[in-house]
């Protein structure tokens, strides 16, 4: 959270969101709430970066709960970073399990080329496909539900009324067309759509997790605990406490925890995380030390100019952190279109459906 004279910048951690229509309804609620000047929501980084007029602490509460009434989860502001540093095969458990239920539906679409027109029963079909369905699927009603309250849509919503129809005509014509086991059923393509959905979003996730790699590098370059001297003597304490005109201790090997000035000692500090510069730089009384930098084989005392948002560290991360949120233009035009496409697809299947019943194609058909 970065405050300046007239306005202040919050950071929110957004969770829920799934397609640049949840991007659209997420800044519409938050720039909806008085106060709010500017809202970008960033769908990669799952955060939220507000302008509001006057003091963030006030506004926070207000938008958090904006958040929560669009249909999401408000989190920390680095809850995504943190999760970032999750196993790659991180929630892959349940697209695994969709597969292992999908696959013997498909496998009869893969044997007609051979000659080979086998298709399992339909008790076996509902068997595999209903825990698909309404286990593994459960998220998407869930998030459509959310979306349908909120008085929008987007993909969850598309993804759940698709395969629900195709689910819940199988199960007529399977128990109520009188073609009974012979009937050709649709219980294969709600499983598989919604296999390959979830496998699209453990894939989108890993993307996820590798675009903030960046900032998860630089956020463990400042390290957690700092030695503080006062009168007392010498004591640790959490970085997040440190102020301008702290005196620290930084011992051998140690990174940096904050900009200072040497007052005593001499040393050799490897900067390259902030220069590059491979060879380390010799460091006396009175040189400067960039926080996150670390200390070679000399012991100094360091008095504190700058900590936490207002060190160079911060600042960096800061600007890495604006430049994944800023968007292009062409990801405007996206934003917008998106915002329409999901009443748009599901007026033209309405419409379909209604133009195939009228002219007396019979109700599969129209569905399908």
């Known amino acids: 959270m970065n405050t300046s004279t007239a306005t202040s910048t919050v950071d929110l951690g957004i969770g829920g969101m799934t397609c640049a229509s949840c991007v659209a309804r997420v800044e519409r609620a938050l720039t909806k709430v008085p106060g709010v000047q ?11 970066r507000v302008t509001v007029a006057g003091s963030a602490d006030e506004l926070g509460p207000r938008l958090r709960r904006a958040v929560r009434d669009a249909g999401y989860e408000p989190r920390a502001a680095n809850a995504a970073i943190d999760a970032a540093s999750a196993s790659p095969w991180a929630g892959f458990a349940p697209v695994g399990l969709g597969l292992a239920l999908s696959a013997p539906l498909v496998l ?6 051979l000659g080979i027109g086998w298709m399992p029963p339909a008790w076996l079909q509902f068997a595999l496909a209903t825990p698909v369905q309404f286990g593994l699927g459960a998220r998407f009603y869930k998030a459509g539900w959310h979306a349908l309250k909120a008085g929008t849509g987007n993909m969850d919503l598309l993804v759940a009324l698709g395969t629900t129809a195709a689910w819940v005509l199988s199960m007529w014509l399977w128990l109520f067309s009188g073609h009974g086991a012979h009937a050709h059923l649709y219980f294969e393509s709600a499983a598989v759509v919604v296999t390959l959905v979830l496998l699209g979003k453990w894939l ?3 993307a996820k997790r ?23 003597g010498e004591k640790d304490i959490p970085v997040d406490e440190l102020r301008a005109g702290d005196r620290l201790a930084v011992r051998p090997g140690e990174r940096v925890p904050a900009d200072g000035t040497v007052l005593e000692g001499s040393t050799q500090v490897d900067e390259s995380m902030l220069t590059g510069e491979p060879l380390p730089v010799a460091k006396g009384v009175g040189s400067g030390l960039t926080g996150g930098s670390i200390n070679g084989e000399g012991r100094v005392l360091l008095q ?36 329409v ?10 419409l379909t459906f209604a133009g195939w ?3 007396g194609a019979g109700l599969e058909t129209a569905i399908i």
Do not use: C, Y
């Open 204 to 206: 989108e996730s890993r």
């Open 341 to 350: 496409f999901v009443p748009v697809v599901i007026g033209i299947a309405l």
């Open 210 to 232: 590798q675009t903030t790699a960046a900032i998860r590098a630089l956020h463990a370059l400042r390290p957690e605990v700092a030695h503080l001297i006062d009168f007392e």
């Open 304 to 339: 504190v100019t700058a900590a936490g948002s207002e060190s160079v560290l911060a600042h960096i991360i800061r600007l890495v952190e604006d430049a994944q949120a800023a968007k292009a233009p062409v990801q405007r035009l996206v934003d917008r279109v998106s915002s």
């Open 108 to 113: 009869p679409m893969l044997l007609l080329p």
């Open 357 to 359: 019943w009228w002219m």
């Open 38 to 48: 500017q809202a970008a929501v960033n769908l990669a980084t799952e955060s939220a």
